[in-house]
């Protein structure tokens, strides 16, 4: 519905000179109170995207929307957006408070509605007690609440994170990642993340939208875009991935590695050339007699919770297997997997007629 929509995307696209546009035709909505995160490789569109919602720049064509009206050539500073930044952009000589307080020192605000609304966000962001401390003694995850503090104390209804955990260690990262996530919970406004980490776009978002060459391949739930890609690209980018070439032999019948498989998909030409999905999760080791697939182990690596064994079928295919069973380089091994591990992918569907599909599948599923 409209009163849902705050952000909307209507053909938009961003050229700079003579370039190829960094964005083309790109379409889409955001809703308010969720967790969204762009997903892509660098130059994807992605931070264009961010740019274009604060005000940083206009589109060449097309039209931006918040709250349904258009804001084309309205500047930053009269949206009702704030934005952290990669390097979180605070200034090294004031203190926490006053980095918190600039915007609104900058608005006039009577000293004592800036000193609560400042200790209130630091509150939010688990600050309390660091009003005087100086930006250069805190830690990088210290500073990213600050600048998260310093958005949220403006009241804004959309903040904007441009790849804010880049700069954090592994450990730390993963904290504020759950930290992040918490904190958009309770202020239940709407944030919109920009990361090329596929984990952590897994790990925080509601929705995600995987761009690729100024265009976005794909949107949904962590859920559908991880169990069902649209396509080579978005499968690959988005997990770790066993890709092969196939036919759709019938509904819910697929040949890959010379064999012929049941699957659940259908809608698709008889004998059509696709590809296939299988996680690597999904793949369970078995005797080479029990197994749908046979193939000799390639390689193996201890990754801490399993291992990762590659191996190679007959045909040629190389497969990647997480199990906790240990395997031994140079055995052939059995692979088996349920029908509703393999994932049939058709070449060049749009997300559209994809999204059609799938709502055949569930219609007829009512039906049966």
């Not at 039209?63 to 605070?90: C, E, I, M, S, W």
């Not at 066993?242 to 012929?260: H, P, T, Y």
């Not at 295919?317 to 906790?324: A, D, I, K, Q, R």
């Amino acid at each position: 519905m409209e009163n849902q929509t705050i952000i909307r995307f209507e053909n938009v696209t961003k050229q700079f000179d003579a370039n190829p546009p960094v964005l083309n035709g790109v379409s889409f909505e955001i809703e308010r109170g969720k967790f969204y995160t762009l997903l892509g490789p660098s130059g994807c569109g992605k931070t264009t995207i961010l740019r274009l919602i604060a005000g940083f720049m206009e589109p060449t064509a097309g039209d931006v929307f918040f709250n349904g009206k258009r804001v084309n050539h309205v500047p930053a500073n009269k949206r009702q957006v704030n934005t952290v930044f990669q390097d979180y952009a605070l200034f090294p000589h004031l203190n926490v408070f006053e980095n918190v307080a600039f915007g609104l020192r900058i608005k006039k605000m009577k000293k004592a509605e800036i000193d609560q609304k400042v200790k209130e966000a630091l509150r939010f962001v688990n600050l309390d007690g660091y009003e005087d401390r100086e930006i250069n003694e805190m830690s990088g995850g210290q500073r990213q609440r600050v600048a998260i503090a310093r958005a949220i104390v403006n009241e804004p209804e959309v903040i904007l994170l441009d790849e804010p955990l880049s700069a954090l260690d592994l450990k730390l990262r993963t904290e504020m990642q759950y930290e992040l996530r918490e904190l958009q919970r309770r202020l239940g406004i709407t944030f919109i993340f920009v990361t090329h980490d596929q984990e952590e776009a897994l790990a925080m978002s509601d929705e995600i939208f995987v761009l690729n060459e100024g265009s976005i391949q794909q949107s949904g739930t962590p859920t559908d875009i991880y169990d069902e890609p649209i396509n080579r690209f978005v499968a690959d980018f988005i997990g770790e991935s066993n890709i092969v070439e196939a036919k759709m032999i019938q509904d819910f019948l697929v040949e890959f590695g010379g064999q012929q498989f049941e699957c659940v998909d259908q809608g698709l030409q008889k004998n059509e050339s696709v590809e296939v999905v299988i996680r690597p999760e999904d793949l369970e080791i078995t005797s080479p007699q029990q197994g749908k697939l046979v193939v000799k182990v390639d390689s193996q690596l201890f990754r801490g919770v399993h291992y990762e064994i590659c191996g190679y079928d007959d045909a040629g295919n190389e497969w990647l297997v997480h199990s906790t069973k240990k395997a031994i380089v140079g055995d052939r091994i059995g692979l088996d997997f349920d029908p509703e591990a393999i994932h049939v992918m058709r070449f060049d569907e749009t997300e559209e007629d994809f999204d059609k599909r799938l709502e055949s599948y569930q219609e007829g599923t009512k039906h049966e």
